[in-house]
């Protein structure tokens, strides 16, 4: 019996990510625009193979690296209005939410804004864990981009973050 598997929804704290990883943030040393572009592009390959929409929220004014980097549905960049943070824009858009069980927030701050997504039932995983999924796999040759066998790895993955949620009672994970 085959049966369609959920959208994942996964909200990324942008900066927070290209913090989390040294290239990305090298770049970000040079120029904030080079760094999301960078971050929008491994995105964009990881939405390929998956079904997954992804909401990446930046800190502050900023502009698209390009306007085709949206994929319409699945990925969508929001900046944040003056005097707002981007912890502030992802807990409103949890709290809007009709379930935030269903979404996934991706930071490593699991001080703020860990702790009050959990609060509200998102899962939340932290950067490097996600930057570590999100890594294009190399040396696949003939392999059957987007088969369901290629995504059940992310299935189980994700279903494992949800599953260690219900367990830990919401709470924080040992570490940062």
Known sequence: MRYALPVQKVIVDGYNVIHADESLKRMAARGLEDARGALVARLRDYLAERSVSITVVFDGAGRLTD???????????????????????????????SNPREYIVVTSDMTDIGRNARAMGACVVRSGEFL?????????PGSDRGSERDSMPDVDFWLGQFERDSKDGGGEPDGD
């Open 67 to 97: 306007v085709d980097v949206a994929v319409p549905g699945r990925l969508q960049l929001l900046f944040t209005a003056g005097g707002q943070t981007a912890d502030e824009m992802i807990l409103r858009i949890l709290e809007e939410s």
């Open 132 to 140: 570590a999924r999100i890594r294009p796999k190399r040396g696949r």
